[in-house]
């Protein structure tokens, strides 16, 4: 049973960091992209960041120079580390696994992020 588990959410002052962590079980992700997505309240769920099987990343631009994607392939784990949050930062974090070939994509459950003063 495939599953991915994100922790790592929380309440932050603006300008504070946050690290997420995701562990993904039941098969070998090695070949899969895996990223970061985040729903705000009233908004569609939007990509933030992704890193390919061959390591590129893309970021959405609201992050780009303050969230860095990681992954380690041997433990099936992405991660996210979030600098100088803002309240534009508030969603539900989802953890995302998806087969490029096939366009299978499993999710995470989510964990919240929230940012306020």
């Known amino acids: 049973q495939v599953q991915l588990v994100e922790s790592g959410g929380g309440l932050v002052q603006p300008g504070r960091s946050l690290h997420l962590s995701c562990a993904a079980s039941g098969r070998d992700f090695s070949d899969w992209f895996m990223g970061w997505y985040r729903q705000a309240p009233g908004k569609e769920r939007t990509r933030v960041a992704m890193?390919?099987?061959?390591?590129?990343?893309l970021y959405a631009d609201p992050v780009r120079d303050r969230f860095t994607i990681s992954r380690d392939m041997a433990k099936n784990t992405v991660s996210l580390q979030m600098n100088d949050l803002n309240l534009d930062d508030t969603a539900v974090y989802y953890c995302?696994?998806?087969?490029?070939?096939?366009?299978?994509?499993?999710w995470g459950q989510g964990t919240q992020v929230t940012v306020s003063a």
């Open positions: 995302s696994a998806k087969d490029p070939p096939s366009s299978q994509e499993y």
């Open positions: 890193m390919t099987s061959y390591g590129t990343t």
